[in-house]
Nanobody
Framework: VHLVESGGGLVQPGGSLRLSCVES????????MRWYRQSPGKEREFVAQ????????KYSDAVAGRFTISRDSDRNTIHLQMSNLKTEDTAVYYC?????WGQGTQVTVSS
């Protein structure tokens, strides 16, 4: 499994960002793919997940209603649309699938 995240950056509170995660090593569709995040001094926490083929989603309480996870038709690419970002959303965001992790992408929410 080879996961690569992209799309992080610096954004002001209330702004939006879209993260992407591409898996490029497996030849089959991964059933569930997830986003996690980790802030300095804190444990890594679950953010969102999406299943295949039904596209069932699940979110943490902290992001529900502000973040949307989606999946491309090529099935092993997922996105995280983040809106109404808050300073507490600042973290390294990781993609996860089949007990593997990407390298992470930094999201910083600051004025």
């Amino acid at each position: 499994v080879h996961l690569v995240e992209s799309g992080g950056g610096l954004v002001q509170p209330g702004g939006s960002l879209r993260l992407s995660c591409v898996e490029s090593a497996v030849a089959f569709t991964i059933y569930i793919m997830r986003w996690y995040r980790q802030s300095p001094g804190k444990e890594r926490e679950f953010v969102a997940q999406i299943s295949w083929p039904l596209g069932e989603t699940k979110y943490s309480d902290a992001v529900a209603g502000r973040f949307t996870i989606s999946r491309d038709s090529d099935r092993n690419t997922i996105h995280l649309q983040m809106s109404n970002l808050k300073t507490e959303d600042t973290a390294v965001y990781y993609c996860s699938a089949l007990d593997s992790w990407g390298q992470g992408t930094q999201v910083t929410v600051s004025s």
